[in-house]
Structure formats: C-alpha cells, structure tokens
C-alpha cells in the first residue's frame, strides 16, 4: 500500500505544545536519543466519557492517513481521524501533587471525566471509532 501524500502544517497548527511541554517533550528526545522522533497523539474509544488521549514517541515515519505538524521544534503526528476530535488541542505540561504529566487542553470535550484522560465531544458516532468500550479510566473512581 503506498503512502499518500502527508500534509505539513505550519506552526499555528490544529495541535500546539505550550512552552513547557515543548520543553519536557525536548528534554525526553534527548534523554532517550530519539532527536529525530515525533509526538505522536490519538484519540481511542474508551474511558468513562466515550473517548481517551493517547502519545508516545515515534520514531517511524508517518503513516498514511497522518496529518504532519511541527510546533517549538517537536514534530506531531495525528491521525485524521483523531485530530476531528482534537482541532484546537494544546498538549501541556502539569506538575500536581502525584508528580508531573502532560494534560491536553481540547477545545472540542464538551465533558470530561475527572481524572482527565477521558472525554467526550458529543459526536462519538464518527465512522471508524469505537466508543462503546467505556467503563472507566479506573483512575477517578467516575467509573
């Protein structure tokens, strides 16, 4: 299967880092000698609220379907399908009392639930995703 043609997108992009998770996120790279590596973001089915965030570092190239971006120096990779649900989002770097973490900040979530991690935008009918696996992020006791 051939790759299609992967979109760049400017730095005023459909998902920013602020400074601190650009900074974190920079530091990760280094640490871990993964330079070349981009943020990688999705949304899944699942979570108490019909949606969940994921990331991790990628070190592949993008796949078909990716919409490539770039924000402080971090290149993001978000499928099409995840970034309907994520136009807007800021990924962040919070400290609280359980230690630091990065939070996404997402226009769209018209509720979350109080962990953070799970959400919903009010349109989880989208082709392609699956929101019935709810049942809990389990961290929140909203469960």
């Known amino acids: 299967m051939a790759l299609q043609e992967v979109q760049e997108q400017s730095v005023s992009s459909e998902v920013t880092l602020t400074e601190r998770a650009a900074g974190e996120l920079q530091g990760m790279l280094v640490e871990n000698d993964k330079q070349e590596a981009a943020l990688r973001v999705w949304v899944a089915g699942g979570g108490c609220s019909g949606l969940s965030y994921g990331m991790a570092l990628d070190e592949n190239a993008p796949e078909e379907g990716d919409v490539v971006m770039s924000d402080k120096g971090i290149k993001i990779f978000v499928d099409e399908l995840s970034l309907r649900y994520m136009a807007g989002a800021v ?53």
């Open 91 to 143: 990924v962040d770097y919070v400290d609280d009392v359980l230690g630091g973490g990065f939070k996404i900040e997402n226009p769209n979530a018209v509720k979350s639930c109080g962990c953070g991690s799970s959400f919903s935008t009010g349109d989880e009918t989208m082709e392609g995703l699956d929101t019935k696996a709810g049942g809990g992020c389990g961290s929140c006791g909203c469960h």
